[in-house]
């Protein structure tokens, strides 16, 4: 039979009777000692009978080692009292710092920015006659086929390129701030040429302002991606605007073009835009800007104002601020009155929650697989849900698989909706795929999604969600709620002013 070994907590309790043994045997000795130098007319146990010599001899050193046992028990017990006081204070910090984590995650994932431009072109449309034409026919490409609607000669497309951008442009920021040098984030394709690499710096550049007819605008370069699936600036946009506390706007920018890709493919290769009539491949690209501003930012920039005609600090009805201006790379001086009166004219016309990013690989970088990378989607959607008010429910879905051969990419955000909400990614009017309804979308599909989702949700007054699936290594998850009052917008519609085609 096999002996058991004796478990680590019993050996401690063996030790300690052995402990208390020999120190037993120790006092008895002792106090023999003690008795046997006492002198001898000390001797209180001369006259006392055996039993009560044995019960002094034995009995003296037992009530010593109860003693030493009642020390060592309270000594134990307030040992384990203040470890446990320990341990407790420690669960306490720990369970205070995760609820700050918690805290302050909730306070950032709702950080939102207020949407006061959109502009949108895409082959032969612009603004919200986009999401016009996608409303009415959910399931089918909305672009014109007919080569009558598009011209044939290669300078004359160069030119209809160039004024997309230029649109795009003028309907997001025409009537924003003027003589403020505005700060840009700029997406758009990789380059295949490595001189060119650098391109986006000059992405919204001066001849595009000037052909918006924005001559008294300025704008900077703050950041720029070159990804063929840049959504990563979206999240980038609010980076920003989080270590730029003063910063109160800035123009998100991304644009794909025949032209653009051309201009980038490795020297050598044919080129994508010549003379002939309109074919389908031509069916590519797109431009969009939006303008995202924090009100507060600007609210802090009033008691600085300067006003514009005398070029004086303007009068204030309020105190003084208590401290000078402070200037800043994106800010070096305050806005002047006829700013700040640009900028009040200008209603919001929607809200970008923080993105909400899914990755959908490992910890060593591997495809997760089906039902893992399903759970981490759902979760995804609920944690971007978290940052919204109780209740609150998502109408609509725009996404781009990026390829008609590229459906399954889908089968995530169609699973999550089918066990989180009463969408149906597939359904006409609750899901809307770009590849279907704009063809190829390139490098701006992301931000495409975006103005798509603001006009829906503007015109309807709910929220609509734009979801990225196009990466293999991860996909987003961005949504967005309307205003919660409509406005007037000094250019007419707020959706679309102008519509130049």
Known sequence: MEIPTPTHAALPTRSRRWRYLLLFIALVVVWQVVIALLPPTNHFLEDTSMSKKIAYAIGMPLLALLGVFCFQTAHATGLRQKADGKQQVLAQTEQSTAAQARTADDARQAFTLEVLGIGLSVPGMRDVTVWDAIEKTPRALVLSTDSKDYPSGAREKQLVLMKWEADAVEH???????????????????SSDPKEKDYLNDAVSSSTLSSAGMHWHQVQTAGTLADDAPEALLTRAFDFFEQN?????????????????????APGK????????????????????????????????????????????????????????QPSPWLPKPWTTLQLEQFDALPTLGYLHRPQTVSTLDADKHPLPPKAKNEAFRQGW????????????????????????????IVPLAQTLAT???????????????????????????????????????RHNDVSASVNIKRNDSASIILISPPLVKKAHPGGDPLGFGLAQ
Request: charged share 20%; aromatic share 10%; hydrophobic share 45%.
């Open 382 to 409: 609920l944690d971007a849900l978290r940052a919204m008010p109780p209740a609150t429910k998502v109408k609509r879905v725009f996404y781009d698989v990026g390829a008609p051969d590229q459906g399954g990419r």
């Open 245 to 265: 506390p003063q910063a109160p706007a800035v123009i998100l920018y991304a644009s794909d073009t025949l032209s653009i890709r051309g201009y980038l493919q």
């Open 172 to 190: 997001a920021a025409s009537w924003f701030v003027e003589k403020w040098s505005i700060p840009v984030l700029a997406a758009g394709p990789v």
């Open 270 to 325: 044919p080129d994508l835009i010549t003379d002939g009539d309109f074919k389908k491949s031509d069916l590519f690209g797109a431009v969009a800007a939006l303008v995202l501003v924090r009100r507060d930012r600007v609210d802090a920039l009033r008691p600085y104002a300067i006003d514009a005609t005398t070029g004086l600090p303007a009068k204030q009805a309020g105190p003084a601020p208590a401290h000078p201006f």
């Open 420 to 458: 989180e909400t009463d969408l149906d990614a597939l359904q006409a009017g609750q899901g809307y795929n770009l590849t279907t309804n704009l063809a190829d979308t390139g490098a701006a599909s992301p931000f495409v999604q975006i103005a798509l989702g603001l006009y829906a949700s503007y």
